[in-house]
């Protein structure tokens, strides 16, 4: 029987290494490696082939997912489940890798609950929100092209003195925004977890500006949909001409970094590991203070993630 593997969801960088490492120690554990393509999409409509050394050859560097991926509507209706499930019989694959985000760990919980697969799920999305983990595929690459992205912003907004709302991706999890935000020295950050004391924040830039500041940064998770509002509060409040930033899409490219592609590896391995041993699958790899462990995919499709309190305390910096 075959092992399989499939992105789903938003992609992240950090799946092609995670790729290329499947398919050689597949293959170095004498098993038999599959893509499915496409995500969910492809599994319902059998877009699946055996996977060989010369498809992952050269794609280590590369952002993005090789083998495509999807966000399935047809994979909440029954029947194409059924399907998705009778064209891993047909290829002779009982064992499956999933590297997606929370939305596709919920579908592979009905899934696993329905028929009898052997599951194993490696959390990749740059909004690092799943429960019980504490690094997704995907976040150390974003952080680096937005704290880049961050810097360039700083020039312009030194020169011309100008405040800058940068606007970072995550939905409704405020991770990414609130790590970048210390990182690149922003001098306010807004995200879903916390309310901002903007009239504090106000005083405390104020005294700032009157001894010389004259450019402010400012960070908005896109989950608090405050991006104009920051812009008009700053250029009201702190009397500076401000722009905003959408960063958007270019979070999600750019070439894993070297942590990523170790993650990546290891994330592999341990998946692959559980799925030839048969024993202790249907579970998301999760990495904690430092650890890999698993947790069963039930715990991860029904928790929230809880940002980390350690990185809400460095939020602590304005003042
Ligand atoms: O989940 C990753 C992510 O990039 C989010 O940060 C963002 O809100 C969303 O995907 C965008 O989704 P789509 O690719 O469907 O536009």
């Known amino acids: 029987m075959g092992i399989a593997i499939m992105c789903s969801g938003g992609d992240a960088p950090g799946m092609n290494p995670a790729i290329k490492r499947f398919v050689d120690y597949v293959y170095m554990k004498n098993e038999k490696p599959y893509f499915i393509y496409n995500g969910l999409e492809g599994l319902i409509d059998n877009n699946i082939k055996q996977a060989y050394h010369n498809d992952v050859s050269g794609i280590l560097h590369r952002g993005g997912a090789i083998i495509g991926s999807s966000r399935s509507q047809r994979f909440y209706e029954k029947n194409y489940r059924k399907k998705a499930y009778e064209n891993l019989l047909k290829n002779d694959i009982d064992s499956l890798i999933v590297l997606g985000g929370d ?41 680096n092209v937005i704290r880049d992205a961050s810097d360039k912003i700083r020039d312009t907004a030194s020169t011309f003195k100008r405040g800058f709302v940068i606007e970072v991706m995550g939905r409704e999890c405020g991770y990414l925004c609130a790590t970048s935000a210390v990182a690149c020295g922003a001098e306010l950050c807004l995200i879903p977890e916390v309310d901002l004391d903007l009239d504090l924040a106000k005083d405390i830039l104020k005294k700032q500006i009157n001894n010389g500041r004259n450019y402010v940064l400012c960070f908005v998770a896109e989950g608090v949909d405050k991006t104009d509002f920051m812009v008009d509060w700053i250029s009201e409040n702190l009397g500076l001409e401000t722009r905003k930033s959408i960063l958007g899409y270019i979070q999600r490219g750019g070439n894993p970094t070297v942590f990523e592609r170790l993650m990546a590896f290891e994330f592999i391995v341990k998946a692959v590991d559980k799925l030839i041993a048969g024993l202790d699958t249907n579970k998301v790899i999760v990495y904690k203070d430092g650890q890999f462990s698993e947790l069963s995919i039930d715990f991860i499709a029904n928790s929230k993630y809880i940002i980390n309190q350690h990185i809400l305390n460095m939020l602590n910096f304005i003042g």
């Open 103 to 143: 939305g596709s760990f919920r579908a592979m919980d009905v899934f696993c609950k329905e028929y009898n697969i052997k599951f194993m799920g490696i959390p990749s999305t740059i909004d690092n929100d799943i429960a019980g983990n504490d690094y997704c595929l995907g976040v150390d690459t974003a952080l």
